[in-house]
């Protein structure tokens, strides 16, 4: 069992990794008999864990009620984060309860925003079963739901009590969600460590196989990058914006093509091109470098290039709700080397423009 | 011009209170040319002072957009709080935009809640109109929106950047809004300064007529007295809660009747009389106090018996969802002498049920 610590004074808190969490309930400290808890999912996760939970926790003498919401980032909304509030004050549940978020990022962040929110601040544990919620979003403390206009644009900073990764969740993962939480291993790399850039060089292919070793030291260098940034920098006034990389021009396409229909990760992942031909053209990075990020990408079946049905002026208005966005101006996340990035300002519209028609080639 | 500090460290603001505050753009610190403002309030503010505040705001420069809610407790909900989310990312505003709540409770408690929630936490600024929320809900950083099954349910703890307490605002308030902003001045006296209640014995039918000087004391003390309880216990883990006297019984009869149907004060009103008739009941409190209570109460114009059609039985399952509720055990505040209280948890139903029926006499 890896355990690792998010050091935030008062509010830290560990995150476990291991084969086989689910079958110990010490995996989920600090549950202690005659807590209560509501464990929130969704309806094609709910077959393949909540009952192994639930009879887990009630055997630890905890008590258990469930809500199970539809699955899909489509579904990442106030409207139904109000389901999550409905099933706490119907039975009811008080101030000392704890939220359990059984699921990916959208479970993780609807309901880490729900225990935000609820009676105005609850415990929450984050039980993540994608590898994407597992290496980013279920650590760090960011909550949010979707709005219309923008991805992730109603939320909290607001960090959970502990965050279990059971490694056995991967096995039943899509191969397509798995691909997705590559992308943002592959962001950890070019961002912040050039030799685990060349490490997932080495092992991509065992990791897609899912080899359980290779996969347990990814998951836990990635949440030790994570880590180490949110403790630098927990609501993100500078550093932590470099986790970013990607995302202004991978939300822009999430947004235009309509949430779920592009994952999270795909859109990353041509993003993260997009960056680095921005860089690029700004003279700050060179083309070899972004050649072994889109061969890295391609060889974990993520897209390198945008949406055929998504031209360059699309993104645009899309990015300038960017929340890296300050005075009207737009701020980028770009790479300086892999291993290194950096956040740009002013950096002019025609360039970016011209960087994601690089990415449009077919 | 009376200006106090709450003590909060680096989230420390000041509460400025004067007439004529809507004159000077130096009330609105800490606003500077250039910013970018969202003025959130209600359609009958709206055509009072938008125009007025708007001018001053845009004469020193400062950009202001604006978004009018419509006006009530019913609408103190998420749906109507994405309203605002919408006309910030339709402009689109920033993560360096500040919201100006310009009301009373609900849109100071909404906007607070939205700067709170919008790209995970803006600036905001309370510009409370009401007494109630002068002397109360505009300052402190609780903020919360309504769900169907519980008053103020969903929401955090977020302070403002600063509180601005225009006097002259109260001029336009109708006679059952000043009486029921009364109810929380009344309630400052009870559970923390025997000295201000007797002032208030002596001075109410100043405040009833606006008297400008026992007004602006009046809300000065209640400022100073909220200002040091919040300073004490930001997140309500203990003293904060003597806050709550009446609310617990209130927050039922609100739910109960529908919400806007009796005013928040209103309900606070008749719950301080039950509060006390349940101390009466377990010994703590004298009938002689109550009397005392019951009287100013009256000379106030407020209610001192719960509604009619509202059977003690009726109470319990909304009191069971108070946010003091702890391991499903009622806490309630309950005085202990005019000028002091304390949170008890483990009274006996059957005292609460017979205290609420002492307040069903005609």
């Not at 905890?62 to 004050?89: C, H, N, R, S, W």
């Not at 219309?148 to 939320?155: S, T």
């Not at 490694?167 to 070019?190: Q, T």
């Not at 700004?282 to 060889?299: E, H, M, P, V, Y």
């Amino acid at each position: 069992m890896e355990r690792i610590t998010v050091t935030l004074g008062e509010r830290s808190y560990p995150i476990t990794i291991a084969a086989g969490l689910f079958n110990d309930p010490a995996s989920f400290w600090p549950l202690k008999a005659g807590d209560q808890t509501m464990l929130v999912t969704n309806q094609t996760l709910a077959p393949l864990y909540l009952d192994t939970l639930r009879n887990l926790l009630e055997s630890a003498g905890i008590k258990v009620d469930q809500v199970i919401l539809p699955d899909g980032e489509q579904y990442k909304t106030l409207a139904v984060m109000d389901q999550v509030f409905t099933a706490l004050l119907e039975k009811p549940h008080g101030r000392d309860t704890t939220l359990i978020a059984l699921g990916g990022g959208v479970i993780g962040d609807l309901t880490g925003f729900a225990a935000a929110s609820y009676q105005r601040g609850v415990r929450f544990i984050q039980v993540p079963t994608t590898l994407l919620s597992q290496v980013d979003s279920s650590v760090g403390g960011k909550t949010a739901v979707n709005h219309p206009l923008g991805k992730n644009m109603i939320g909290a900073f607001y960090q959970p009590a502990s965050v279990v990764v059971d490694l056995d969740c991967l096995n039943s993962l899509p191969p397509r969600e798995l691909a997705s939480g590559m992308a943002e291993v592959i962001k950890y790399g070019i961002i912040l460590d050039a030799d685990f850039f060349d490490w997932l060089e080495q092992n991509l292919d065992a990791l897609m196989a899912l080899d359980g070793a290779a996969m347990a030291y990814c998951i836990r260098r990635c949440c030790e990058l994570k880590a180490e940034v949110v403790a630098a920098d927990e609501r993100e006034t500078g550093l932590r914006a470099l986790l970013n990389l990607g995302h202004t021009y991978g939300h822009a396409i999430e947004a235009h093509m309509g949430y779920g229909n592009w994952l999270h990760g795909e859109a990353v992942a041509a993003g993260m091109v997009m960056a680095a031909r921005t860089a690029e053209r700004l003279g700050q990075f060179s083309a070899t470098d972004t050649d072994r990020i889109i061969a890295l990408l391609t060889r974990a079946g993520l897209p390198v290039n945008g949406p055929e049905s998504m031209q360059s002026q699309d993104y645009l208005p899309h990015m300038m709700r960017d929340k890296k966005v300050l005075a009207g101006e737009l701020r980028l996340v770009l790479p300086l080397a892999i291993g290194k990035a950096e956040v740009r300002g002013g950096v002019a519209h025609d360039i970016v423009l011209a960087a994601i028609e690089d990415c449009q080639k077919s």
